[in-house]
């Protein structure tokens, strides 16, 4: 039986799920993230680490978070909207960011503990998401 952090890769870990679920899973381990994943603009979860939370449910949110970021943009002259945190009273943050890789929008949300860090973290995964996206295209 696999350990609770281990990394069990869809299939031989050289698909885009599994490249994808191995970024995430490095990330939920090094910041305490209780859940991350990635999804497009509809919601539709390309690639999740399992966890307490429903993924389904996350995407759906981030689609959600998603049109509220375009009405800001649009209403309020924003320029492009990287980032939206949702924070509750014991301060546990979910936090939808938004990237694109050729054209195609994609968001990563990560479920962060209260009091932790997560903006290099993240950034850092973005980098490397997009870079196995790349790659995948030209496949």
């Known amino acids: 039986m696999a350990q609770k952090d ?9 698909s885009l799920q599994g490249k994808l679920e191995k970024v995430l899973f490095r ?13 497009d603009l509809d919601g539709l979860s390309l690639a999740s680490v399992a966890s307490e939370f ?5 995407s759906a949110i981030s689609a ?9 943009e649009k209403h309020f002259d924003f ?9 509750d009273d014991g301060k ?5 960011r938004q990237f694109e890789v050729g054209g195609q929008q ?15 973290l993240t ?15 030209k496949i």
Not at 27 to 39: H, T, V, Y
Not at 54 to 58: A, F, L, P, V
Not at 79 to 87: F, Y
Request: charged share 30%.
């Open 92 to 96: 546990f943050r979910l936090v939808f």
């Open 27 to 39: 990330i939920n381990k090094e910041g305490g993230f209780r859940a991350s994943i990635i999804s």
């Open 54 to 58: 429903d993924d389904r449910r996350i």
């Open 6 to 14: 281990e990394f069990k890769p869809s299939a031989s870990g050289k």
């Open 106 to 120: 994609f968001i990563l949300t990560a479920a962060v503990p209260p009091h932790t860090a997560y903006r290099k």
């Open 79 to 87: 320029k492009r909207m990287d980032e939206v945190s949702l924070v």
């Open 123 to 137: 950034n850092a995964a973005l980098k490397e998401i997009s870079n196995i996206l790349k790659e995948m295209r």
């Open 64 to 72: 959600i978070v998603q049109d509220v970021s375009e009405k800001a």
